[in-house]
T-cell receptor
Framework: EAQVTQNPRYLITVTGKKLTVTCSQN?????MSWYRQDPGLGLRQIYY???????DKGDVPEGYKVSRKEKRNFPLILESPSPNQTSLYFC?????????????FGPGTRLTVL | AQTVTQSQPEMSVQEAETVTLSCTYD???????LFWYKQPPSRQMILVIR??????QNATENRFSVNFQKAAKSFSLKISDSQLGDAAMYFC??????????????FGQGTTLQVKP
């Protein structure tokens, strides 16, 4: 089954404790992206990657890091989480950006930073 | 910069009736894509319908259709014969095209749709 998976689905942590949210897709997609969803703001892009070893900032990259060492994986790293990073996070992937391909979204990760 | 605005935070509709969700956007580009996504309580983002800006014909997917007004930069979603399973938050989204395109989806604030039995 074609899908995007994220882990963990729920996470409660404390300020400053490094964490990683994993994202994996099994569709051989080139393009992957992270979004955060906040009430009244919709979803906003954090980082994106057009292919292996190619990443770039989205609209709200502060406090986040990413890496793309393999085509299927695109982890989101919070080196020192803060309460303003409490949010719902989505990973998404699509075949490429050159066509109107559907972006497939993961199930979301609910993160709470105390 | 492109923006997407959904001015209706909440809407309600009676089961089997028709409802229209509004979306406006701002862009200086001539080619782009517009989307409506559904987010049920499970939080999964589900693509409902897609419209290419170069196509004049409005997109339709079963009970879902759009009214795309390019000059007015308006992209509304009409849900016909509403069902209880349509209750969800709906997001309008924009994606650019061409050399400036980074694949980013720009989302509106969302509209929560309640379906009354």
């Amino acid at each position: 089954e074609a899908q995007v998976t994220q882990n963990p689905r729920y996470l409660i942590t404390v300020t400053g404790k490094k964490l990683t949210v994993t994202c994996s897709q099994n569709m051989n997609h080139e393009y992957m992206s992270w979004y955060r969803q906040d009430p009244g703001l919709g979803l906003r892009q954090i980082y994106y990657s057009m292919n292996v070893e190619v990443t770039d900032k989205g609209d709200v990259p502060e406090g986040y890091k990413v890496s793309r060492k393999e085509k299927r994986n695109f982890p989101l790293i919070l080196e020192s989480p803060s309460p303003n990073q409490t949010s719902l996070y989505f990973c998404a992937s699509s075949l490429s950006i050159g066509t109107p391909d559907t972006q497939y979204f993961g199930p979301g990760t609910r993160l709470t930073v105390l | 910069a492109q923006t997407v605005t959904q001015s209706q935070p909440e809407m309600s509709v009676q089961e089997a009736e028709t409802v229209t969700l509004s979306c406006t956007y701002d862009t200086s580009e001539s080619d782009y894509y517009l989307f409506w996504y559904k987010q049920p309580p499970s939080r999964q983002m589900i693509l409902v319908i897609r419209q290419e800006a170069y196509k004049q014909q409005n997109a339709t997917e079963n009970r879902f259709s759009v009214n795309f007004q390019k000059a007015a930069k308006s992209f509304s979603l009409k849900i016909s014969d509403s069902q209880l399973g349509d209750a969800a938050m709906y997001f309008c989204a924009y994606r650019g095209y061409g050399s400036s395109n980074t694949g980013k989806l720009i989302f509106g604030q969302g509209t929560t749709l309640q379906v009354k039995p």
